[in-house]
T-cell receptor
Framework: GAGVSQSPSNKVTEKGKDVELRCDPI?????LYWYRQSLGQGLEFLIY????????KSGLPSDRFSAERTGGSVSTLTIQRTQQEDSAVYLC??????????FGPGTRLLVL | KQEVTQIPAALSVPEGENLVLNCSFT??????LQWFRQDPGKGLTSLLL?????REQTSGRLNASLDKSSGRSTLYIAASQPGDSATYLC????????????FGTGTRLKVLA
């Protein structure tokens, strides 16, 4: 089927506004990951969902960041009161447990 | 804290050359290791996965190896082509079953026609 999709592809927002980023994983994949890629930096793990287990939120940089996964499928990453340092590419990946992660194209967030 | 270094940061080679990209981990206790390719403005594509019981994987012109004793991995690209131009990222999973990968900052490769 289709690969991992993310929306929007680009988002420009003003400092202090909230944003929501969406990820549609590959159908049937039980694991879903969010990463952040800042300019010149490696990928930074944010959060990991696996089936119905409690998510691993250990990578979220502050309490302004949250994520949920509804029905074990679509996930939304929410950033409240955005700051300029939140500007980055946010990547979502999913896997079936085979350990290979399939990545979406990312959402490029720019906070002015 | 695990840190991943990739050398070189950037590489430009003429078409046809064989080349080696390097990746090293400060904590050599790597469980699984993946090499990815990232094209500009795109997401990542998994190239090779070396699982915990393995030391090497091959796919076409690509060969990746992992030396767990030193925490080093290499990606070998044979007979490079302009279409190989991309950023190559390595990522290691420290703890079995978490699937939490720590990524390097990548090697930007340009293959000149």
């Amino acid at each position: 089927g289709a690969g991992v999709s993310q929306s929007p592809s680009n988002k420009v927002t003003e400092k202090g506004k909230d944003v929501e980023l969406r990820c549609d994983p590959i159908s049937g994949h039980t694991a879903l990951y969010w990463y952040r890629q800042s300019l010149g930096q490696g990928l930074e793990f944010l959060i990991y969902f696996q089936g119905n287990s409690a998510p691993d939120k250990s990578g979220l940089p502050s309490d302004r960041f949250s994520a949920e996964r509804t029905g074990g499928s679509v996930s939304t990453l929410t950033i409240q009161r955005t700051q300029q340092e939140d500007s980055a590419v946010y990547l979502c990946a999913s896997s079936s447990g085979s350990e290979t992660q399939y990545f979406g194209p990312g959402t490029r967030l720019l906070v002015l | 804290k695990q840190e991943v270094t990739q050398i070189p940061a950037a590489l430009s080679v003429p078409e046809g050359e064989n080349l080696v990209l390097n990746c090293s981990f400060t904590d050599s206790a790597i469980y699984n290791l993946q090499w990815f390719r990232q094209d500009p403005g795109k997401g990542l594509t998994s190239l090779l996965l070396i699982q915990s019981s393995q030391r090497e994987q091959t796919s076409g012109r690509l060969n990746a190896s992992l030396d767990k004793s030193s925490g080093r991995s290499t990606l070998y690209i044979a007979a490079s082509q302009p279409g190989d131009s991309a950023t190559y990222l390595c990522a290691g999973e420290n703890t079995s079953g978490t699937y939490k990968y720590i990524f390097g900052t990548g090697t930007r490769l340009k293959v000149l026609a």
